[in-house]
């Protein structure tokens, strides 16, 4: 099974940018569909963006609708989330989950079958 590793969290000024990316260098790969969660402290997880396993559907928590991208790239085995205009209300344990096809609920994390161990996003007024 997949087991997705995130990297590319850090500490950002309100107003930048940052890039996260998951690999999970399985050959099914292709038949994951892949999503991005996070968790602020004392609040509960959240969904922020995912991408269907054949990247036809994504779909994207309100919050992340115009400044986020969700993006897969199959023969690297890699998603990204591109985060841009971060404000302080971001900052949060960004987790990687991968669930085997799918193309409805993509939002809903119980769903998902495979995480991996996060990666801090920090984001500074």
């Known amino acids: 099974q997949v087991q997705p590793v995130e990297s590319g969290g850090g500490l950002v000024q309100a107003g930048g940018s940052l890039s996260l990316s998951c690999s999970a260098p399985e050959r099914a790969f292709s038949t994951y569909t892949m999503g991005w969660f996070r968790q602020a402290p004392g609040k509960e997880r959240e969904a922020v963006a995912a991408i269907s396993w054949g990247g036809g559907n994504t779909y994207y928590a309100d919050f992340a609708k115009g400044r986020f991208t969700v993006s897969r790239d199959n023969n690297k085995k890699t998603v990204a989330l591109q985060m841009n205009s971060l404000e302080p209300e971001d900052t949060a344990v960004y987790y990687c989950?991968?669930?085997?096809?799918?193309?409805?609920?993509?939002?809903?994390?119980?769903?998902?079958?495979?995480w991996g161990q996060g990666t801090q996003v920090t984001v500074s007024s």
């Open positions: 989950a991968a669930r085997l096809y799918g193309s409805t609920r993509l939002g809903d994390s119980s769903l998902y079958e495979r």
